[in-house]
């Protein structure tokens, strides 16, 4: 899961959370693109901060899931 925040000041925030290490799953990766395209959208935004729940950013990919490199690949 990736979760949208409008911050103040023009900022948006994308926190990633897939316990235990927000690894890249396919579901975060959605959640990543659907926050980037409502920051995109929201002409108020100037940046966009991208952190990891839990005090942790992310363990990268998320092993054992190859679909990843395919939905990486294939979504506009
Ligand atoms: C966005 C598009 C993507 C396109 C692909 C682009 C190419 C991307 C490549 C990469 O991302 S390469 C990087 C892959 N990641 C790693 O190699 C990290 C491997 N993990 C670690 O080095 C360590 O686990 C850690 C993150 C430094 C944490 O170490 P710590 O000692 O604190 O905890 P651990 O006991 O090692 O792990 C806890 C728990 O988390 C699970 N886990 C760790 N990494 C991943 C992961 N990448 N995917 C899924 N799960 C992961 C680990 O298995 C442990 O689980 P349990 O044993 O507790 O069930």
């Given at each position: 899961m990736a979760e949208y925040t409008r911050l103040w000041?023009?900022?948006a925030?994308?926190?990633l959370r897939n316990p235990p290490v927000n690894?890249?799953?396919?579901?975060?990766l959605?959640?990543?693109k659907a926050?980037?395209?409502?920051?995109?959208?929201d002409?108020?935004?100037?940046?966009i901060v991208i952190c990891g729940a839990d005090g942790?950013?992310?363990a990268g990919v998320q092993v054992c899931d190859s679909s990843v490199f395919y939905n990486a690949q294939c979504s506009p």
């Open positions: 000041n023009c900022l925030l994308i926190r690894s890249i799953s396919t579901a975060v959605h959640g990543i926050g980037l395209q409502k920051a995109l959208t002409h108020t935004v100037k940046a942790k950013f992310s």
